[in-house]
């Protein structure tokens, strides 16, 4: 029960992007199209979730034993960009499919500030293993539902007559405000 | 390139909110008052400053296949400094802007810097740089966060304009700042093709 309140909160209540406002570079960059709005959405929700699981050991069996808190944000940028560059030589040999799916996508994700904001978030919220496992999954999967959800909607707005000076990232930010309003709808219900 | 050239590009011809599109995730997150607003531009500014400063010192020595690693831990050194500063010196602004300052890391404007431009000059223009796109990124932070301020709880700088409850409460929350931002982008755009 514990873990499907968490993961209703992370997903609809405290969405990551149009709640928390992490990871605003790819909603707006790469949501031109649906298509690859999934491709990233897939390889973001990876990425965190593998991410969050090295970091939480990390800091539990390293960083907190000697007392390093400090190297918190160092270390685990490096983690993370390390392991990006991990996935991808893996994926590369392993899976070449799944790799053309998401490989485009993955460098990017080194600069994605979710990946980091939850490794630390978890942290913050001194969850255990499990908890950190779900909180992680669930954000990125409100990640990748808002930004589908943001890419279905501007397919549709390039067909739109809009004034000169309000074309391309205003109105993209508009209507992204106005997709955050509707998720304040789910406030209240964790 | 002359030395004001490259210190007032920042500031306005490539300002990096407004113009580049860059750093949004601090920029929507911390600006619900001018003071947030302001303090987190600050905090970008020390960083972009100092590690460009830094970079183009060491970008030489740096072999080109890992610089970007490099570049990342030299600029992730100078924001654990911020964050352990604004602990001490400025408890409440550092629980206000919460988990952003860890986040300057991974903000787009200061890693676009070094690779853009502190890799390829030398040490005075890279900390010009620095300066003029901080402070641009500070003045963008600091408006729409006494926009929305303004807006939302009628207050500029804390200092009361009108009474609280005709605010827009909306505005200082999560909604309001993609709207506030995309209105003020779309108006810089009015006025940079008149």
Same mark, same amino acid.
């Given at each position: ?190 | ?14 300002? /990096?909110?407004?113009?580049?599109? &860059? %750093?949004?995730?601090?920029? *929507?997150? @911390?600006?619900?008052?001018? +003071?947030? =607003? ?52 400025? /408890?409440?602004?550092?629980?206000? &802007? %919460?988990?952003?300052?860890? *986040?300057? @890391?991974?903000?787009?404007? +200061?890693? =676009? ?82």
């Amino acid at each position: 029960m514990e873990y499907i309140l968490m993961f209703i909160a992370a997903v609809f209540v405290n969405n990551i992007v149009l709640a928390q406002f992490l990871g605003i570079c790819p909603f707006l960059g790469v949501s031109q199209r649906v298509s690859t709005a999934l491709g990233m959405a897939g390889a973001v929700t990876f990425v965190i979730t593998l991410a969050t699981i090295v970091t939480f050991i990390v800091q539990k069996t390293v960083l907190d034993p000697f007392q390093i808190g400090f190297m918190q944000t160092i270390a685990f940028i490096l983690i993370i960009a390390a392991l990006v560059q991990m996935v991808e030589i893996i994926l590369k040999k392993v899976s070449p499919s799944l790799y053309q799916a998401l490989g485009v996508f993955l460098p990017l994700i080194t600069t994605n500030c979710t990946v980091l904001g939850v490794a630390i978030m978890v942290i913050q919220k001194e969850y255990n293993l499990m908890q950190s496992v779900v909180f992680a999954a669930s954000t990125a999967l409100g990640f990748g539902l808002a930004l589908v959800i943001f890419a279905g909607i501007r397919e549709q707005l390039a067909l739109a007559d809009i004034p000169k000076g309000m074309k391309g990232a205003p109105v993209s930010l508009i209507t992204a405000g106005i997709l955050a309003m509707a998720f304040m709808g789910f406030s209240g219900i964790v | 390139m002359s030395n004001l050239s490259t210190f007032t590009n920042g500031l306005f011809k490539e300002n /990096p909110i407004f113009v580049l599109l &860059l %750093g949004m995730c601090p920029t *929507l997150g @911390v600006t619900t008052s001018a +003071v947030n =607003g302001a303090g987190m531009g600050l905090a970008t500014c020390f960083v972009l400053i100092l590690s460009n400063l830094a970079i183009s010192w060491v970008t030489n020595i740096i072999p080109d296949k890992i610089r970007i690693p490099g570049y990342i831990v030299i600029i992730a050194a100078f924001v654990t400094i911020v964050d352990m500063c604004m602990a001490a010196y400025l /408890p409440g602004l550092h629980a206000a &802007l %919460g988990i952003y300052i860890p *986040l300057i @890391v991974v903000n787009c404007i +200061v890693l =676009g810097r070094a690779e853009a431009f502190a890799s390829k000059n030398k040490a005075l223009p890279s900390m010009l740089d620095g300066l003029g796109m901080g402070l641009g990124f500070t003045l963008s932070l600091t408006l729409l966060g006494a926009v929305r301020e303004f807006l939302g709880s009628g207050k500029v700088f804390s200092i009361p304009v009108y009474s609280e409850d005709y605010g827009m409460l909306i505005f200082v929350l999560a909604p309001g700042a993609f709207l506030a931002l995309g209105y003020l982008i779309a108006v810089v755009n009015r006025f940079k093709k008149a």
